[in-house]
């Protein structure tokens, strides 16, 4: 007898031994991101297997179970966070869409509540619950604009700062996700809160990261009954640390600051563009505390992933939304930079049997987040029409048949556009877009009025720390070669600078 819970909607049912009709096994997947962890925060880029496939050095931090974990993985050492900033970042990597198309143009909080996941979107939790999997969302979301929905008390904000950032996502804007312990945004990392599948709010007292790895790990061995173990699972874990606020130890994983308490800020900040002299210099120890903590409690998720017999059917993925510039380059500005540290995301993955061991510089930009995942759990037919990214699930597999690899990707920052008398913004304004390829960055700023305002160009061969911007004025061969570029780009994400040609006295958008 065939159990109709067992039959997956799926194509390309094949015959098992026994004769009967079973669908493909297909394998969980497990999507881990910490808000605002940086690449180069690894242990193990210390590693001369490692150290000697990049030119930039690894922070002086203690992650051993990560460096386990990489050790088994495909390692990225160039994955692009393309809008380097949390809600747009989430949009993209959610639904395989660049902002404009998936409605997060902007970090959502309350005076942008245009800026928004589009209900109608489908996501990457829709197409693996059609697809007959189980799908949890544990953590931070931050994609929805928050709005007077409080489950608690309706017709309020769940929260009570103007503008409020938090929001509560309720059941029908849960892009297939059934399981839901998660909240929009907050920044309180030893006392989150959380909102549970029926909307009923729960208030820790534990640092996060520690208590979503639990709720975790309830999920994987099914504690509780909370999903169907007749189903392949997804499950995204958005942490919130090493985000910001990492002032004292009230803000961190005290275990993870054992390591670092007694080190001086210049031991700790080793990259050369860092400016130990900064106020934030002080918050380094903080931040890698967090790193550490992660790493301990990333490490009992795999235990236990290992021990209900789940690690070699499991694909699981470290990333994060964007890293931290943490003093390099002397600003303050954490993230939403084309800066190195801030763009360069981790993204590691794990799938026994399939993936080779590596570090590959394959520059993945994040709205290919989505088809690849989906590619590697054997989804490919199922990729929606609406994603822009592409699948490079084959580049990960070493596939006979592998996909072009990118030349290049995007990057953008918007701002603000018109505001209401109330303060209520109505539009965004796309203040930066740049271009990074294998070996340059640069970046264009343009004036609200429509004129070139400043250039970057670096060149991350010969100045890994980008310390040194090349004058577009004395390399005009290469400005115009990455204009070139950019137009490439800005062309294929159909960005409103491409459709409104904004500066299109230096970007060559006619000569495509
Ligand atoms: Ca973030």
């Known amino acids: 007898m065939i159990n109709a819970k067992n039959i997956l909607p799926l194509t390309g049912l094949v015959f098992s031994a026994c004769g009967q009709t079973a669908a493909p096994e297909r394998p969980n997947v497990i999507y881990v991101f910490p808000d605002q962890y940086r690449n180069c925060s690894f242990g193990f880029w210390n590693d001369p297997e490692y150290a ?7 922070d002086p931090v203690i992650t051993p179970n990560l460096d386990r974990f990489a050790g088994e993985s495909v390692v990225l050492s160039d994955a692009v966070s393309n809008f380097p900033v949390s809600s747009p970042h989430r949009g993209m990597l959610l639904s395989g869409m660049y902002p404009e198309r998936n409605g997060v143009v902007l970090n959502c909080m309350s005076e942008r509540s245009f800026s928004s996941l589009r209900e109608d979107a489908e996501c990457v939790s829709d197409v693996f619950s059609a697809a007959g999997y189980d799908c949890a969302y544990l953590g931070k979301l931050h994609v929805d604009a928050p709005t007077r929905n409080n489950p608690q008390n309706p017709g309020t904000y769940v929260g009570n700062r103007m503008p409020e950032w938090d929001a509560y996502t309720p059941k029908e804007r849960r892009h297939g996700f059934n399981y839901w312990y998660s909240y929009g945004t907050f920044d309180v990392h030893k006392h989150p809160h ?3 599948n029926d909307g009923n709010r729960h208030d820790i007292d534990e ?3 520690k208590h979503e790895v639990t709720k975790a790990i309830e999920y994987i061995e099914n504690k509780g009954n909370v999903r169907d173990t007749d189903k392949p699972f997804f499950m995204m874990i958005g942490m919130n640390p090493p985000h910001s606020p990492y002032q004292s130890e009230k803000d961190c994983d005290l275990e993870g600051l054992a390591l670092y308490k007694d080190k001086s800020d210049g031991e700790l900040l080793v990259r050369p563009n860092a400016d130990t002299t900064m106020a934030k210099a002080r918050s380094a120890r903080y931040y890698f505390a967090n790193v550490s903590g992660i790493d301990r409690e990333f490490g009992r998720l795999m235990d236990a992933l290992e021990k209900a017999g789940l690690k070699e059917n499991t694909i699981v993925v ?10 390099s380059q002397g600003i303050t500005e954490p993230k939403n930079t084309i800066w190195r540290e801030s763009l360069n995301i981790p993204f590691i993955v794990r799938y026994p049997g399939h993936l080779k061991h590596r570090v590959d510089d394959l520059m993945i930009s994040t709205p290919d987040i989505m088809p690849t995942l989906l590619g590697l759990a054997g989804l490919s037919d199922r990729i929606p029409a609406s994603v822009e990214g592409r699948d490079y699930s084959k580049i990960f597999t070493q596939a006979a048949d592998q996909p072009e690899r990118p030349k290049s990707a995007i990057y953008m920052r918007n701002v603000n556009g018109d505001c209401k008398e109330d303060g209520e913004v109505i539009n965004f304004f796309p203040v930066a877009r740049g271009v990074k390829t294998a070996r340059y960055s640069m970046e264009l700023t343009v004036t609200r009025d429509g004129k070139l305002n400043t250039v ?9 720390y980008q310390m040194n911007p090349l004058d577009p004025k004395q390399n005009e061969a290469l400005f115009k070669e990455l204009c070139h ?4 780009q800005l062309h294929d994400t159909n960005d409103i600078w491409y459709r409104e040609r904004i500066l299109s006295d230096v970007v060559p958008y006619d000569a495509l």
Request: net charge negative; charged share 20%; aromatic share 14%.
């Open 52 to 58: 000697s496939q990049v030119n930039w050095c690894g």
């Open 194 to 196: 959380y909102w549970d």
């Open 207 to 209: 640092w996060s990261v």
């Open 318 to 327: 470290f990333a994060s939304d964007h890293g931290e510039t943490m003093c």
């Open 456 to 464: 970057k160009i670096l060149d991350n061969v010969e100045d890994p």
């Open 485 to 488: 570029e950019l137009a490439v």
